[in-house]
């Protein structure tokens, strides 16, 4: 349903970002659109009700070493610093931190605004003394951070492995993108996912009530409502691989039979078996995730994982590498 703020909505920059990712995803060899567009109300939704999911482990991990470490972090990051959490979502993970830290103001940063605002007024109820500044916006960009937290320290938080989106190229592009946005003797407390069994991966992103299909299958939803779209959505079906050679999951949406459709005046056709890639969900064993820390400009700290090591959580420093040997 559309509520009457969004239908009131004008076009907006990041409408025409989607139409532009989405016509140059599906016109090329390889259909692929990027993963941040999941996320209108409904997708933002879904991907909640996803973390709830027993299959889903890297929600409860991380949330479990937010809960037994936070008073480290704190320790280790300071009191009263700014906390800026990029892809804020549900904020759901953020109590913990907040209470541990006392943070002189917290800037949840999302792409999706309505979410974030209505996660914002949520937050300010148990944290009225707060200061919350909420920034919408896509995080891959540099952003400039609201006045009010300019002369104070800062304390980055980037959990979920979303890191794990971008391919390690671009992963540590961002991570450079926050060390300028967050400036010199900021720290960063970042969730990375570890590579594991495929007999734990693939249902993590498959799972049995078929949460995680809708999750990516609301993605042609979105194209045909926001982009005048008539793709038929009940010819796709969802698919979740595990990659072994990028040591990622995939998501995409498979034709499950020839099918032709018009997004936006723009006719494309598929192939049965054809896909549209839609999600990359990177993996990372533990010298590789402190490798990408350190290229991104970042040098780890501590570092916390549960006792199977299926997720970690990192503490980083932005800090001048040294460049004598
Ligand atoms: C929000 C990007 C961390 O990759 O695990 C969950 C998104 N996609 N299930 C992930 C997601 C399918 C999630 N991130």
Same mark, same amino acid.
């Given at each position: 349903m559309t509520?009457?703020a969004e *239908?009131?909505?004008?076009?907006? *920059? ?5 139409r *532009? ?6 016109a090329?060899p390889r259909r ?11 997708? &933002? $939704?879904?991907f $909640?009700?996803i973390?709830a ?10 949330t479990a070493l937010l809960?037994?470490?936070?008073g $480290?972090?704190?320790a280790l990051?300071g009191?009263g610093r700014?906390?800026i959490?990029?892809?804020s979502?549900? &904020?759901?993970k ?7 830290i006392?943070?002189?103001a917290?800037v949840?940063?999302d792409?999706s ?11 300010a109820?148990?944290f009225?003394?707060?200061p919350?500044?909420p920034?919408?916006?896509?995080? !891959?960009a540099?952003?400039?951070?609201p *006045?009010d937290?300019a002369?104070?320290g800062?304390l980055?938080f980037f959990p979920?492995? +979303?890191?794990?989106? !971008?391919?390690p ?5 961002l991570l =450079?993108?926050?060390a300028g946005?967050l400036?010199e003797?900021a720290?960063l407390?970042?969730g990375?996912d570890?590579?594991?069994? &495929?007999?734990v991966l693939?249902?993590?992103?498959d799972d049995?009530d ?6 990516n299958?609301?993605?042609?939803t979105?194209i045909n409502?926001e982009?005048d779209?008539d793709i038929?959505?009940d010819?796709?079906?969802h =698919?979740?691989?595990w990659?072994a050679?990028?040591a ?7 034709? +499950?039979?020839?099918i032709s459709?018009?997004?936006d005046g723009?006719?494309?056709? !598929? /192939?049965?078996g054809?896909?549209?890639? +839609?999600e990359n969900s990177h993996k ?11 290229a991104?400009?970042?040098?780890p700290? /501590? $570092?916390?994982?549960d006792a199977?090591d299926?997720?970690?959580?990192i503490?980083a ?8 040997p």
């Amino acid at each position: 349903m559309t509520t009457l703020a969004e *239908a009131a909505r004008p076009l907006a *920059a990041a409408d025409s970002a989607f139409r *532009a990712d989405v016509l140059a995803g599906l016109a090329a060899p390889r259909r692929a659109i990027p993963a941040r567009w999941f996320y209108d109300r409904a997708g &933002s $939704e879904l991907f $909640e009700a996803i973390t709830a999911l027993p299959e889903y482990y890297p929600t409860r991990v991380e949330t479990a070493l937010l809960r037994a470490h936070c008073g $480290e972090v704190a320790a280790l990051a300071g009191r009263g610093r700014a906390v800026i959490e990029f892809g804020s979502g549900s &904020s759901a993970k953020t109590p913990h931190l907040l209470s541990a830290i006392d943070p002189a103001a917290y800037v949840p940063i999302d792409i999706s605004g309505d979410f974030l605002r209505a996660s914002a007024d949520a937050l300010a109820a148990d944290f009225p003394a707060l200061p919350i500044l909420p920034v919408e916006a896509n995080f !891959m960009a540099p952003i400039a951070l609201p *006045a009010d937290v300019a002369r104070l320290g800062k304390l980055g938080f980037f959990p979920g492995s +979303t890191i794990g989106n !971008m391919a390690p190229a671009a992963a540590v592009d961002l991570l =450079r993108t926050m060390a300028g946005t967050l400036g010199e003797g900021a720290s960063l407390l970042i969730g990375i996912d570890r590579i594991k069994s &495929s007999d734990v991966l693939i249902p993590a992103y498959d799972d049995a009530d078929g949460v995680t299909a809708r999750f990516n299958l609301n993605l042609l939803t979105r194209i045909n409502r926001e982009l005048d779209g008539d793709i038929p959505v009940d010819a796709f079906r969802h =698919r979740a691989i595990w990659n072994a050679a990028a040591a990622r999951i995939e998501m995409h949406l498979e034709a +499950t039979r020839p099918i032709s459709f018009t997004v936006d005046g723009t006719r494309f056709t !598929m /192939a049965a078996g054809e896909t549209i890639h +839609t999600e990359n969900s990177h993996k990372y064993g533990p010298h590789d995730a402190r490798l990408l820390l350190r290229a991104g400009g970042w040098t780890p700290i /501590a $570092e916390w994982t549960d006792a199977a090591d299926n997720f970690a959580l990192i503490l980083a420093e932005a800090r001048a590498p040294a460049t004598a040997p």
